[in-house]
């Protein structure tokens, strides 16, 4: 599954939150992998990457509420993201 930051960054906070009571150490993979796609959690049409650079958090987690939150922002600038690779 490939999901966009925001709902990647929050679903790996509240796994750590819900697991060790604690924020994670690492919110994310240093280097990721960006590409245009469709975020498997939110459902929108944004930079997407693998679930696995958020340590496969568990996306159930994030209410709806949050999803539908996340689907009215506004998406990255366009540009190539094609093969682009961001530092976090
Ligand atoms: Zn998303």
Request: aromatic share 12%; with cysteine; glycine share 8%.
């Amino acid at each position: 599954m490939t999901v966009c930051r925001e709902c990647g960054l929050a679903a790996n906070a509240l796994t750590c939150l819900l697991k060790y009571g604690q924020y994670p150490l690492k919110p994310a993979f240093s280097v990721s992998t960006w590409h245009r796609g469709t975020c498997g959690s939110c459902g929108r049409a944004t930079t997407v990457t693998e679930a696995r650079d958020f340590f496969y958090p568990d996306f159930s987690l994030l209410s709806k509420a949050f999803r539908e939150r996340v689907k009215e922002e506004p998406a990255p600038g366009r540009g190539n993201y094609s093969h682009e690779e961001e530092q976090i």
